[in-house]
């Protein structure tokens, strides 16, 4: 089993790699908004810049997890190629853990820009034990948002899919306070910013890479977004075997 | 002989269409059985069932002694699809390294390729071939873990002659080596190379199931025409059609009839003989189904 779990993973990892246009993609707004917002208005402040090369990274992350699986998962789906790989012995299992595992992988590569700019460029700080326990958090952060990518993965076509995951994904993003920090949202915005689950993740990082007390509401709220995005990818992952393998 | 793979009254309902009625059908070690039928007849929709992508609606199918939903008996099996759609950015070798993994017994990569002559192509990526490099790739693909059972659904459609005929030389070589087949094609001329059985399907039933040269008789009834001013009662006449000055006749004996023709003494000319076409048979076929309801 696990022999083919590396085989599905390398496969997929191998077509990612090929078209690396869309791992710059996931890489480059993030890196961009460093640059262009961070490195100025905040580098020198330690605590701050802290914070948003975490940000940053989950927006790189998330847009993989969540933009990248619904996309891929929802293509997959209109390939033949799909279906032949369904008639070879082994069940979904394989290829599904090789989709997962491949989607982190390049998630993990998309981050890197956000921290090397962070690392030459800011005052931002923080220790080697930190920095790991913060990237441990940031995979285990995208859990809602591959569950999200699932759902709609498997509920859309590919076409319906990239539009509707970008608009899920941005308002997600600046109403969790990625893109801009929660001091400086407005005030209605702040307001509702602890009930989107990008909010929970964010409090998450930032406690554990900048200090942060985080606050309770977002994460009980990341707690439900979980569970009903897992509930939603499996009715969804349900619905699309019956139509198709039943 | 022992029965590799089977369906018991097996039916599958796609919404109101029904693609498979009642279908009973054994396939035998050893065999190529060639399945022919017109689009939508319901043989993809049977393959599927064989293969574990579909369940029948009612009925059974058996697969190796087990379901073929059981991923561990598949191993025993190969399959190349209508379509295949393989990934773009893999390299020929890649692709077949990877469907490998899944199989105990590996035929060799070398070997695998050189057999459908893709040997030179393994560095190759795959939206760099031709289209008839791509589906001998996925035919090569079905033989990849030594099955016992191979299920080609139409592996020559859009192939050239030459291509076709190396195609079909690995299946040959597959089933000499003691393999059992089951495909599918639009053409007869390509049953008729490959199969020693033949399973006509039409309207999701098996309307025929004999060897080549049976089916070939029953399907085979030839147009015999010719320009004459009039004819006399002919023997094994089964249908007469006047069009253009010409006359028609239909008939599953054409040697006999021109005998007779000629006996007869009536002057003609422009004498042609034609096989029916497939569809032609299909028609035929379909027709004195229905009749029997």
Known sequence: MSELIVAHTRYLLLEQLRVPIGLLAGALFPAISMVAFVVPLAGDDPQAATMATG???????????????????????????????????????????????????????????????????????????????????????????????????????????????????????????????????????????????????????WAITAGTTPNVVALVSLAVWTVASAAGAVWAYRRDEGRRFS | MTILARTIEASRRYGDVLALDRVSLDIRAGELVGLLGPNGAGKSTLINLFVGLRRPTSGTVELLGGSPLDAAVRRGIGVTPQETGLPETLRVGEIVDFVSAHFPDR???????ARFGLDDLVKRQIGGLSGGQRRRLAVALAFAGKPRLVFLDEPTTGLDVEARRSLWEGIRSFHQDGGTVLLTSHYLEEIEALAERVVVVGSGRVLADDTVRAVRGIVGVRHVSLVADDLPELPGVLGTERAEGRISLMTTDPDQLVVELVRSGVPFSGLEIRPTTLEEAFLALTSKESAHV
Do not use: C, H
């Not at chain 1, 992350?61 to 369904?86: F, K």
């Not at chain 1, 709609?152 to 941005?170: D, N, P, R, W």
């Open chain 2, 107 to 113: 035929e060799p990569k070398g070997e695998l390729l």
């Open chain 1, 55 to 205: 940000s940053l990274m989950f927006f790189g992350a998330m847009s993989g997890a969540l933009i990248g699986l619904s996309i891929t998962v929802a293509q997959d789906r209109e390939q033949p190629w799909n279906p032949y790989l369904r008639t070879l012995p082994a069940g979904p299992f394989p290829r599904f853990a090789g989709r997962i595992l491949a989607t982190l992988a390049v998630m993990l590569i998309s981050v890197v820009p956000v921290l090397l700019v962070a690392v030459f460029f800011t005052e931002a700080t923080t220790t080697p034990l930190r920095l790991l326990l913060g990237i441990v958090a940031l995979m285990v952060g995208v859990v809602p948002f591959m569950l999200m990518g699932l759902f709609i993965g498997f509920l859309l076509t590919a076409k319906a899919a990239i539009a509707v995951s970008q608009v899920v994904f941005f308002p997600m993003a600046i109403v969790g306070g990625l893109l801009m920090p929660p001091a400086i949202l407005p005030d209605f915005v702040e307001a509702i910013s602890p009930f989107v689950p990008t909010r929970g993740v964010a409090e998450v990082l």
